[in-house]
């Protein structure tokens, strides 16, 4: 497992690796190579990824019924390898794992702007398979997805409960008798970020949230982690794997993830955002109102939140060194969002 990060390293050494696992599929495994945190199978029926599942059983069918949904319609996603019982979760020594079709191509390169038009517009297309889902699982009686892996309506209040909780770390940190760098990192950019996370909330209360969370042209199964490594480019066209995020939600969510994953490293450039929205309107509508929701949604500090909830509540596993060097290049770009979103609001929302 050389090479691998720390993280990826403790979710492999989970897994219970096994031949009488591999016997409750048809197919013949070759050989086992270790892939971020999953396992690549090199097997009869060609190569295939073994993933151990972490959530329960209604996670796991939402994921299949919304990866069949989109199916129907656009074939560039994932699917799963089902085990001789048709079941795609097999249960091994306590644990679930998927087996996954391998989709062939490289990752997507953000810093070329050809992938990225194609991958924006890709992206556009998988919104447009997913719409009418809910009614669909309604309609099949299965509210239960809808109701467990749905996150519509919930971004201004959940805003605001970061808000506060990032409020009470400062409070925190400023009575610590000792500051370590990443504590005194913290306390200095804290109130600039809190700002932002007011102006955030700000926008999408004067918005038409909450109007859009009513129209159903407008709710789409979101990947929710459109990181480069998780879309994949294969002849012009791009493919998306690992949807072990996806939630119900705006399709705006969707795009926000997008443009904070595709920018932050290149300075948080105002024409890639530009062209990101120009290539995502190429393949349907874009309304003005949910560009206004998008605009709120972009001036949250998402990665300055999430570096910030992991270390102090100690979600990831992660040495002190990284943990604080993630949180100063977080840090070093606050002005670079701060032009992007100067920009967002003059020549696209003002235009």
């Not at 492999?12 to 190579?33: E, R, W």
């Not at 996603?77 to 998927?98: A, H, L, P």
């Not at 209040?157 to 760098?181: A, G, H, P, T, W």
């Not at 789409?220 to 990181?227: G, T």
Request: aromatic share 14%; glycine share 4%; charged share 35%.
């Amino acid at each position: 497992m050389e090479g691998l990060r720390y993280s990826e390293k403790y979710n492999l050494i989970n897994y219970s690796l096994s031949t009488n696992l591999f016997k409750q599929y048809d197919l013949k495994v070759h050989d086992v190579t270790p892939l971020r945190s999953v396992f690549l199978l090199h097997t009869d029926k060609g190569k295939k990824i073994l993933k151990r599942i972490d959530y329960d059983k209604n996670r796991l069918e939402f994921i299949e019924e919304a990866l069949e949904y989109i199916l129907r319609s656009y074939d560039k996603v994932m699917s799963f390898y089902r085990n001789k019982n048709g079941d795609i979760c097999t249960s091994w020594k306590e644990q679930c794992y998927c087996i996954i079709d391998v989709l062939e191509g490289r990752e997507c390169e953000f810093s070329n702007p050809l992938e990225l038009s194609i991958a924006t517009q890709s992206l556009a297309k998988l919104h447009n398979s997913s719409l009418g889902f809910m009614d669909y699982c309604i309609g099949e009686g299965k509210e239960e997805l809808i109701t467990s892996n749905s996150e519509l309506g919930r971004t201004i209040e959940d805003y605001k409960s970061r808000f506060k909780m990032i409020k009470e770390l400062k409070d925190r940190v400023l009575k610590f008798k000792y500051k370590n760098e990443f504590d005194e990192v913290f306390i200095n950019k804290v109130d600039e970020n809190l700002s932002q996370m007011e102006k955030s909330i700000d926008i999408l209360e004067h918005s038409a949230f909450y109007d859009l969370i009513n129209n159903k042209d407008k709710v789409v199964i979101c990947h929710n982690d459109l990181a480069h490594h998780n879309i994949l480019i294969r002849e012009g066209e791009a493919y998306f794997i690992d949807f072990d995020y996806s939630v119900i939600d705006l399709r705006v969510r969707d795009i926000n993830n997008f443009i904070n994953k595709s920018v932050k490293g290149f300075a948080f450039d105002f024409n890639r955002v530009k062209d990101i929205i120009y290539d995502y309107k190429r393949q349907g509508v874009l309304e003005k109102e949910e560009i206004e929701v998008l605009y709120g949604l972009l001036y949250f500090p998402e990665d300055f939140y999430s570096i910030v909830n992991n270390y102090y509540n100690k979600i990831k596993q992660w040495d002190e060194e990284v943990f604080l060097d993630r949180l100063e290049k977080k840090s070093e770009y606050f002005h670079d969002r701060e032009e992007l979103l100067k920009a967002f609001k003059n020549k696209i929302i003002d235009f």
